[in-house]
């Protein structure tokens, strides 16, 4: 599986520009406004992970949310982007509030005990926060029923998060299909692309045989699909990104594609600049008007 697209179609946008010579901590907002194109809005929703920016402030990743003109968070309980403290959550659901950032999802969350004291404070966590989708790590094929009556208590939904070759319970997206496939429909899968290759699966048949299960992806891109440290920006890997969300349309999926960039922890805005770009090329080039 290959791009086809050259990231060099996109120069035109300017994000390619800001983010080959211009740090962090100089990123002009304007070098973030993509093409004009003349098209049907796009169906593809672009959000970011907030693990993306885990080596920074809540406060640091408001301001690159805005230079990026991303709205949507997959938000974790890392630094103090939200914490699980109810006092300390408020004051971050405040400041998202007044930045204008949607949490669309909160997670990774890992339910480690098969117990309902521990499952419910997740979810009292979620609906604190008016999240109504939880990205969960690592919950057991055994702790999956007690999980499912808290999904139906709340009605907030669960995607297991498949993490590849590593993970112990879940390689891949279809080995959570398999798993949740006769249980309540609000469980399901959220597919990370990288992992979910590194396993040998294919991603984009992957997202066919999900389906209506599928309810969030993580974004990103490798140069080997058989190496983890091999992550670069989107674009400038093998990662299939036109196919994914040709499939992503085709199987009329709601839900959001949120940037995971995992490698420059330090300095990731470069690299996410360059995705951010990407993804916006591929969509306009697909036809689709893109915001941001």
């Known amino acids: 599986m290959t791009n086809t697209l050259s990231r060099r179609s996109f120069v035109q946008s300017g994000a390619l520009l800001a983010a080959a010579g211009i740090t962090s901590n100089a990123l002009p907002s304007l070098a973030l406004q993509p093409s004009h194109v003349t098209g049907a809005p796009s169906p593809i929703q672009l959000g970011l992970a907030s693990y993306t920016f885990r080596n920074f402030t809540r406060a640091q990743m408001i ?8 709205t949507d968070l997959n938000v974790k309980d890392i630094k103090d982007h939200l914490p699980i403290d109810p006092t300390e959550e408020a004051k971050a659901l405040a400041d998202y509030t007044a ?12 339910f480690p005990k098969d117990d309902d004291a521990d499952i419910r404070s997740k979810f009292e966590y979620c609906k604190r926060a008016g999240i109504s989708l939880i990205v969960a790590g690592d919950p057991s094929p055994e702790t999956l029923p007690r999980v499912e009556k808290f999904v139906k208590e709340y009605d907030i939904r669960i995607a297991i998060h498949n993490h590849g070759p590593e993970d112990k319970l879940w390689h891949s997206p279809l080995d959570i299909l398999k798993a949740v496939k006769n249980m309540d429909p609000r469980i399901g899968c959220c597919i990370d692309v990288g992992h979910t290759v590194r396993a040998g699966t294919d991603v984009v048949q992957a997202i066919h045989e999900v389906g209506p299960r599928l309810f969030d992806v993580h974004m990103k891109d490798l140069t080997n699909f058989d190496s983890k440290e091999s992550q670069v920006a989107v674009g400038d890997g093998i990662m299939p990104v036109r196919g994914i969300f040709e499939a ?9 594609v949120d940037l995971e960039y995992e490698v420059h922890a330090d300095d990731p805005m470069p690299g996410v600049i360059a995705s951010f770009s990407y993804m916006r090329g591929v969509l306009a080039g697909m036809g689709y008007l893109t915001h941001g």
């Open 63 to 70: 301001g690159f949310m805005k230079q990026l003109n991303i």
């Open 248 to 256: 992503l349309i085709k199987t009329k999926y709601k839900g959001f």
């Open 99 to 110: 930045a204008g950032i949607k949490l669309r999802a909160a997670g990774a969350i890992y």
